[in-house]
């Protein structure tokens, strides 16, 4: 199902609108309204290289993929802004991001078998504590990833991120949910083009960009597990991954100067991001082929052939 | 609690029947529900669900007959894992939002070895009436004391109409769907 010019064109409207909405809110940079661009930035990239992708509303939230770009991506946008543009303290940005990774789950999962207890569902101790450690798996990298976007303003947050969702549509396609992994392409080319502008667009705020990036990721993490095959192993690596960049505060890497160190974490992040596809990949063709039982070999052409003589 | 709501279902249909009806539950050991869809125009693909369950009650008088078939999606066997999971995904049956397929009959009328059975057929989420030629209802006692008796039918329908539109083209929008099951005699 995956077209690969069909995703290379999504791939670039979502980067021009990215680059678009950037362009244009860094020309407000004296009005509030220019804080909400980097947020704004990669949700409306997001959204558009889905729409490019074929995604169309079927109904009010009856699927996955609706409640993701139509309920939980504005949300975070909004919150991102909101946050930008107000200053509050820790807690209250902390509690904000809380009640909004909190509810991603349940909303992602609305009318499921996960939260209508059918078969194969949770019960309802077992929805609350899923659900519960499912929001705070979102919040702790949301949080870590914003805080150090903070403390070390940089592009490698971004692209790591980018990486991330890459690989995170590639193993997602390989486990058998192909249009939500195709989705996770045009998140990456978003991120790129953030990472790109941020030296550009400096006196906005990136970490707004890095906290709406992170809950799209996360949101098709999500999807990817909870209605496609994504294995918890492959969803847990992609999820921490960006969570590399962290080493750039420890020692000695923070003496380092930014190019090498940049570099390292780069490298890092992609041999983790290629051990994930690649045993995906591989997960993906033993699936794919039906082996014969006791490992004989699969007969061949000739073997039907010379059946009975 | 599906299969009790079937029962109700079922007996609800037939209240006005007569006390000839007789009441059957699907016997999951010998029950099918097979499809086939042909790919890329060279083949077919076929594919079964395994997991099939449901009531019926068999009247002298056809239009009291009722069926109830609930089918779980993700039972879905097409014998390869792969393609099983994506059949499972969102991009086809999506089997964790809508888990069930579902048949209730609305009218029945006779005919030559069978029933003609109209019904509310519920798949993806999106119901659609969907007629059925059921052939068979022919008796066995087997094992000794259980009365049996069966049906097959087979009907045509496009998975387009209950929103399943991925891949149509390299995938055909037409399904040939065929069932076949026995009802033991409660």
């Not at chain 1, 045009?186 to 990036?213: I, K």
């Amino acid at each position: 199902m995956p077209d690969p010019v069909a995703i290379l064109i999504a791939m670039a409207a979502s980067g021009i609108v990215t680059a678009i909405v950037l362009l244009a809110c860094s020309r407000l940079a004296s009005s509030p309204g220019a804080a909400i661009g980097w947020p704004l930035a990669v949700g409306l990239g997001f959204v558009t290289g889905s729409i490019m992708l074929g995604f169309r509303p079927r109904g009010i939230l009856a699927t996955d993929q609706e409640r993701l770009l139509l309920l939980v991506v504005p949300l975070a946008v909004t919150v991102e802004s909101w946050i930008t543009m107000r200053p509050m303290s820790t807690a209250r940005k902390v509690l904000v991001r809380g009640c909004v990774a909190l509810s991603s789950g349940p909303l992602l999962l609305l009318g499921s078998v996960y939260m209508t207890g059918g078969s194969g569902g949770w019960s309802l101790a077992e929805r609350v504590c899923f659900l519960f450690g499912l929001g705070v798996s979102i919040l702790v990298p949301w949080l870590a990833l914003v805080k150090l976007q903070q403390r070390r303003p940089d592009p490698v947050i971004s692209l790591t991120l980018a990486a991330t969702s890459l690989a995170a549509g590639i193993t997602i396609m390989l486990s058998g949910y192909a249009s939500a992994g195709q989705l996770a392409l045009p998140l990456a080319a978003t991120l790129v083009v953030a990472a790109l502008a941020a030296p550009a667009a400096a006196g906005l705020s990136a970490p707004g960009a890095v906290g709406v990036g992170w809950i799209c990721l996360a949101g098709l993490l999500f999807i990817g597990r909870f209605f496609g095959s994504l294995t918890t192993l492959h969803g847990v690596l992609l999820g921490v991954t960006p969570l590399v960049c962290w080493l750039a505060e420890c020692r000695p890497l923070c003496f380092w100067a930014a190019w090498p160190r940049r570099l390292l974490l780069l490298t890092l992040t992609l041999l983790l991001l290629g051990t994930v596809v690649w045993q995906a990949q591989h997960r993906f063709q033993t699936h794919s082929g039906s082996p014969a039982p006791g490992g004989a070999p699969a007969p061949s052409m000739q073997d039907y052939l010379d059946f009975g003589r | 609690m599906r299969y009790v709501m079937n029962c109700v279902t079922v007996l609800a249909l037939g209240l006005a029947s007569t006390a000839q009806a007789d009441d059957y539950a699907i016997d999951p050991a010998h029950a099918a529900f097979d499809f086939r869809i042909q790919h890329l125009g060279l083949s077919w693909t076929t594919g079964r669900f395994n997991a099939v369950e449901g009531v019926f009650r068999i009247d002298p008088t056809p239009a009291n007959c009722a069926f109830a078939v609930t089918i779980q999606t993700e039972s879905v066997d097409s014998g390869n894992k792969q393609r099983d999971d994506h059949l499972r995904s969102p991009d086809w049956f999506n089997a964790k939002q809508h888990p069930q397929i579902t048949f209730k009959s609305t009218a029945v009328k006779p005919v030559e070895d069978g029933y003609e059975v109209t019904g509310d057929f519920t798949l993806h989420g999106v119901t659609k009436p969907v007629t059925l030629m059921l052939k068979g209802g022919g008796s066995a006692e087997f094992p000794k004391g259980v009365q049996r008796t069966g049906f097959t039918g087979s009907t045509v329908l496009k998975r387009s109409d209950f929103g399943m539109s991925t891949m149509v083209g390299p995938v055909g929008d037409d399904v040939q769907l065929w069932i076949s099951f026995e009802g033991i005699k409660k």
